[in-house]
Nanobody, 122 residues
Framework: VQLQASGGGLVQPGGSLRLSCAAS????????MGWFRQAPGKEREFVAA?????FYADSVKGRFTISRDNALSTVYLQMNSLKPEDTAVYYC???????????????????WGQGTQVTVSS
């Protein structure tokens, strides 16, 4: 399975971006799809995930929204009120066997996209 992420770019603080991640195959409904990000010199961190409901990192809660189109096996990340500290490479991921308590754990995801750069700067 391949994941293709897109939608990154340069945006001013307070702006919005929408990331998309398309899977090469349709996943079953129990598959979790999520977004992680990695800033220079930092570890890859959890951003948001979706299976039957959504999960968010505290740092993005209320600003980012994850959604999923089951018909297309595509997951979206709507990012509003962007801040400079949101600057990172954003990776989408999928987990076909994951328990609820591991939704924020990057090691629980077996499929990864190539990453898309998001830069928030004036």
């Amino acid at each position: 399975v391949q994941l293709q992420a897109s939608g990154g770019g340069l945006v001013q603080p307070g702006g919005s971006l929408r990331l998309s991640c398309a899977a090469s195959e349709r996943f079953v409904g129990s598959t979790a799809m999520g977004w992680f990000r990695q800033a220079p010199g930092k570890e890859r961190e959890f951003v948001a995930a979706f299976r039957w409901n959504s999960f968010y990192a505290d740092s993005v809660k209320g600003r980012f929204t994850i959604s999923r189109d089951n018909a297309l096996s595509t997951v979206y990340l709507q990012m509003n009120s962007l801040k400079p500290e949101d600057t990172a490479v954003y990776y989408c991921a999928a987990a076909t066997r994951i328990i609820q308590s591991s939704m924020r754990d990057r090691t629980a995801y077996e499929y990864w996209g190539q990453g898309t750069q998001v830069t928030v700067s004036s």
